[in-house]
């Protein structure tokens, strides 16, 4: 993991703990004209972005150069009250054409694993780290996620999930600012700002290995588990 990249993973972790000091139900997107004045009024209650708020304020984005190669903007979907999100690393071919995460292979594999914990997709918060596809499907450069990552705060904060699922090495490194390996991250809750999160394999990787997927049902597991209680 390189500086930039750290940096970027540990605003995601700071933002987190940020929402924990702030007992996560005041966040803190305080609109311009929300802020004190001279005259010493009182802080009105934080405001909170709602995502649809958050889908204009992206616009048809060209904050980075993946706006020239992109068919769609993949902003996420799912439900906005949603206890469980997932989190994978950025859209690929299906997912461009279709503006839709996890649509293609991988997410009808994704479909199926959250159907086995008596889910569905609807129930959920599916989401990735870049929301436009890299060409070739390259890993998302610094200069990309940097900034992608404001808007993933903000739908984290407008969702509120007790338990976010980190989709694959990127993900889970991203999320957890670590270079640890996948294989040794996943099967374990990591608390970030209050929020649980469950780094698992991507259902990619599970295509092309489909002896691990006895690995992620023991990780959905615990994800069941969890969501009993919360
Ligand atoms: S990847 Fe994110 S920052 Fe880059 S153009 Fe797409 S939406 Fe904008």
Known sequence: MNDSIREIAGDLKAYLEYLKEMGIDELPFI????????????????????????????????????????????????????KLMFIG???????????????????????????AINLRREDVYIANIIKC???????????????????LLKQIAAIRPKIICALGTFAA??????????????????????????PTYHPAFLLRNPERKRDVWEDMKKIAEELKTA
């Open 173 to 198: 490194q991203s999320l957890l600012q670590t270079e640890t390996k996948i294989s040794a991250l996943r099967g374990k809750f990591y608390d970030v700002g209050g929020i649980k999160i469950m």
């Open 89 to 115: 690393e950025g859209p690929g071919f299906d997912e461009d054409v279709q503006g839709r995460p996890f649509v293609g292979k991988a997410g009808q594999l994704l479909t199926k694993i959250i159907e």
């Open 31 to 82: 609109k311009e004209a929300d802020k004190p004045t001279k005259r010493g009024q009182p802080l009105p209650a934080p405001q909170i972005q709602t995502l649809t708020e958050i889908r204009m304020e992206l616009g048809e984005c060209t904050r980075c150069k993946l706006h020239g190669t992109r068919k769609t903007i993949v902003f996420g979907e799912g439900n906005p009250n949603a």
């Open 133 to 151: 596809r890299p060409p070739q499907n390259r890993n998302p450069e610094p200069d990309e996620i940097k900034p992608c990552n404001p808007f």
